[in-house]
């Protein structure tokens, strides 16, 4: 099932992950209200190995099952490192519960780290996809129930590989530094919700750009980028101090596209600290050709732009007459 998020971004939900949840199947003796009172505040985390039906095609049952348990190994290993504990794992998904919003954040950054320091297996490299949630929970029989678990199923369904997904409220309860490397992305609607649930991105990818680690946060300089982009005779320079530019037939946008397949705010380019995003918020789907790379379609998606290529808006860079928008990313 697909959902659209209000900011053009275009997640998977994981029904598996929903499943996992299993708070509708839980029921109390009738009269028995005390026992569906919260009795704790904790975080429930989600994670799951990205592609592990590929990694049974590719691979055998073996060798894939391997695979996937010396990842779950990983997992277990952070939870219990930051005071978690593990409730239950399913197939190729773990879940679990930590003490605090902080503790589920920095979980879920080392988890990302760890499982990337896997190992590759016949050039193929591991990783998950994470989502949680902090608030209150009923914790009964080793198990926990209610809103705070549906709550983290979603946002571990909106994930994608390699993506850490939180909620609003989950990042208004961490820590000033921990909350310096989150990202707010959009508000979801949610399915027995009445207002929209603010959704957040953690930013956990090391490098120059950010390193974060059990002992310390450390935000470094970021590198000095540029993005150069060209359209009829016309040229845009993207930096940290400029950092974005809307494209679209609209005359008030950045860059006026005039082909009548582009929407009216048809996509937006951002700096977000040494790397630039595309994303799509048209109507028609932002076509995105990269030198010596066969064409992306984008369709409330966004991409990494890097090194050069073209632009298309509405239809195939390659159409004849196309309107283009070129890019080049340097460093």
């Not at 391997?66 to 997992?75: T, Y």
């Not at 503790?103 to 990783?127: E, N, Q």
Request: with cysteine; glycine share 8%; charged share 20%.
């Amino acid at each position: 099932m697909l959902h659209r998020l209000g900011m053009g971004y275009l997640y998977r939900i994981n029904e598996h992950t929903l499943s996992m949840a299993n708070t509708d199947t839980h029921h109390h003796a009738p009269g028995d209200s005390a026992s569906a009172r919260p009795t704790a505040t904790l975080t429930v985390l989600f994670a799951d190995v990205v592609g592990s039906t590929r990694l049974y095609d590719s691979f055998g049952d073996t060798i894939a099952k391997q695979m996937i348990d010396e990842c779950l190994a990983v997992l277990r290993t952070v939870v219990q490192q930051y005071g978690g504990r593990v409730i239950k794992t399913i197939g190729d998904e773990i879940m679990c519960v930590l003490p605090s919003a902080d503790s589920g954040c920095l979980a879920a950054t080392d988890m990302h780290h760890k499982v990337m320091a896997l190992p590759m297996v016949s050039k193929v490299k591991r990783s998950v996809r994470i989502g949680f949630h902090f608030g209150p929970v009923i914790e009964e029989s080793n198990d926990v129930f209610g809103d705070t678990v549906n709550m983290a199923a979603r946002m571990a369904g909106l994930a994608k590989g390699m993506q850490i997904i939180t909620t609003g409220a989950t990042v208004a309860c961490m820590s000033p530094m921990l909350q310096l490397s989150t990202r707010s992305i959009a508000a979801l609607s949610v399915k027995g919700k009445g207002d929209e649930v603010n959704v957040s991105e953690v930013i956990w990818q090391g490098g120059e750009e950010l390193t974060m680690s059990t002992a310390s946060i450390t935000a470094t300089v970021s590198k000095s980028v540029t993005l150069k982009l060209e359209h009829q005779g016309h040229s845009w320079t993207l930096d940290h101090e400029h950092a974005s530019v809307v494209l679209g037939r609209d005359a008030q946008c950045d860059v006026v596209i005039a082909d009548r397949n582009a929407s009216r705010q048809h996509a937006r380019i951002e700096c977000r600290r040494d790397k630039f995003f595309l994303v799509d918020q048209s109507t028609n789907g932002t076509f995105v050709a990269f030198v010596r790379e066969a064409e992306v379609v984008l369709r409330r998606e966004e991409i990494m732009l890097r090194g050069t290529g073209r632009i298309g808006f509405g239809h195939s860079v390659d159409l004849q007459d196309a309107e283009l928008v070129t890019f080049s990313v340097r460093e």
